[in-house]
């Protein structure tokens, strides 16, 4: 393995070894608290831009999975067709994978796919960095190689690298969803075919306000929700219309800014399958599956719409929903789970909603 260095704005440095692709690259320093499911979380569209580090200290043991399609066409094996992360960084590289349904290394992966890995990293310590003083740029950079700039994700236009850039049609029921395509996760369009909608996935800046559709999902997706205001402006006249309106993640932050609420970055973000959400409503806590830099501001919100869920460590707001129309959305992936079927429910909701 080529000697690389991990580099923070704030000046801390972290000298390891790099896997993966022996290029240098940018992005901005994140950390997650799951356990397993790399694949999973270097496909999903919201680490668009970022460096991930995984705070558990072996990743790599099972390799990576042969990309494998469903009945209705979405890989059963990663989130998207690609990996979105910058790079990524751990304690301990798993070299010797073992798997039943491994095909390659993560290490092999990442190389393809042109992404560096950095281990032999003290993420503990990097963690405590990151909590104390917020993400922020940073950069892995292989040793003899040239050095390149910081890069802060944050003030581009992440949206509009993910996503479809056509229409796509899934399904054929008789009911319509049009979905805002942000950066949405596979598993979520699979929730709402098992449904028996039929789904058509739009680009994020779409014109869609002259389509004939049942209800408007907002996806997941990466960066700051302001910079799309073009789709918040859409979305604001489907409020006006009444239609049935859900949003995940990035989709709960747009629906808040077009309801006219604001946002605001947070510290460091929830990047996690443990995040427990209090449901107001019923009182019931879940454990939630996150991956979001941004929160909705609660002190913001208008009259007629309540905070539907609480995140239990740190009280940001985790959903909104109208006290009396069928506008509703999450902060966190229900089409993730961390357990059984956890927050599937949510699904039935908007499908009830719609029927």
Same mark, same amino acid.
């Given at each position: ?13 972290f000298d390891?070894?790099i896997?993966?692709?022996e290029?240098?690259s940018a992005g ?8 397993v ?9 919201s680490?668009?831009g970022q460096?991930l580090t995984?705070t558990y200290?072996?990743i790599g043991?099972y ?6 399609k469903? &009945?209705?066409g979405?890989?059963?094996m990663?989130?998207?067709d ?6 990524i960084v751990?304690?301990e590289y ?13 290490s092999?992966?990442?190389k ?7 281990t ?5 310590e ?11 740029p940073?950069k892995?950079?292989?040793e003899n190689?040239?050095d390149i ?7 581009? %236009?992440l949206v ?5 850039k ?7 029921g008789?009911k ?5 395509d942000?950066g949405v ?12 909608f039929?789904?058509k996935?739009?680009?994020?800046n779409y014109d869609f ?8 999902f907002i996806s ?5 929700p302001?910079m799309?205001? &073009?789709?918040v402006n ?10 049935p309106?859900?949003?995940i993640?990035l ?8 309801a006219?609420?604001?946002t605001?970055?947070t510290k460091f973000?929830?990047?996690?399958? %443990? ?6 409503e019923t009182g019931?806590c879940y ?6 830099n941004?929160?909705?501001d ?11 869920f609480?995140n239990?460590?740190?009280?940001t707001? &985790?959903?909104i929903?109208h ?5 509703s959305a999450?902060q966190?992936?229900?089409e993730a ?7 599937d ?11």
């Amino acid at each position: 393995m080529k000697k690389g260095t991990l580099i923070l704005k704030d000046g801390h440095k972290f000298d390891g070894f790099i896997f993966g692709a022996e290029k240098s690259s940018a992005g901005e320093i994140v950390f997650s608290t799951g356990m397993v499911g790399y694949p999973e979380s270097l496909t999903d569209p919201s680490y668009r831009g970022q460096i991930l580090t995984f705070t558990y200290p072996l990743i790599g043991n099972y390799g990576v999975p042969k990309e494998e399609k469903d &009945e209705y066409g979405l890989s059963n094996m990663f989130e998207s067709d690609r990996i979105h992360v910058k790079g990524i960084v751990l304690s301990e590289y798993s070299e010797n994978h073992s798997h039943w349904r491994a095909k390659q290394s993560l290490s092999d992966w990442l190389k393809k796919a042109g992404i560096p890995g950095i281990t032999g990293i003290d993420t503990r310590e990097l963690t405590k960095i990151i909590r104390t003083k917020g993400c922020m740029p940073a950069k892995i950079v292989v040793e003899n190689a040239e050095d390149i700039e910081l890069y802060d994700p944050n003030l581009t %236009n992440l949206v509009a690298e993910v996503g479809v850039k056509k229409p796509v049609v899934y399904g054929n029921g008789k009911k319509t969803i049009l979905m805002l395509d942000c950066g949405v996760k596979n598993n979520t369009i699979r929730n709402f075919l098992k449904r028996g909608f039929k789904v058509k996935r739009v680009p994020w800046n779409y014109d869609f306000l002259k389509e004939k559709f049942d209800g408007l999902f907002i996806s997941n997706g990466p960066g700051d929700p302001t910079m799309i205001m &073009e789709t918040v402006n859409r979305v604001k006249e489907v409020i006006k219309q009444g239609k049935p309106i859900f949003g995940i993640c990035l989709g709960n932050q747009v629906l808040a800014l077009a309801a006219g609420a604001k946002t605001y970055k947070t510290k460091f973000g929830n990047r996690s399958q %443990n995040q427990p959400c209090t449901d107001t409503e019923t009182g019931r806590c879940y454990m939630t599956t996150q991956n979001h830099n941004y929160a909705v501001d609660e002190k913001t919100l208008p009259p007629g719409w309540k905070v539907w869920f609480y995140n239990e460590n740190d009280k940001t707001v &985790e959903g909104i929903k109208h006290k009396t129309k069928p506008f509703s959305a999450v902060q966190f992936h229900p089409e993730a789970y961390p357990g059984p079927v956890d927050t599937d429910f949510l699904f039935d909701f908007f499908a009830t909603q719609i029927k």
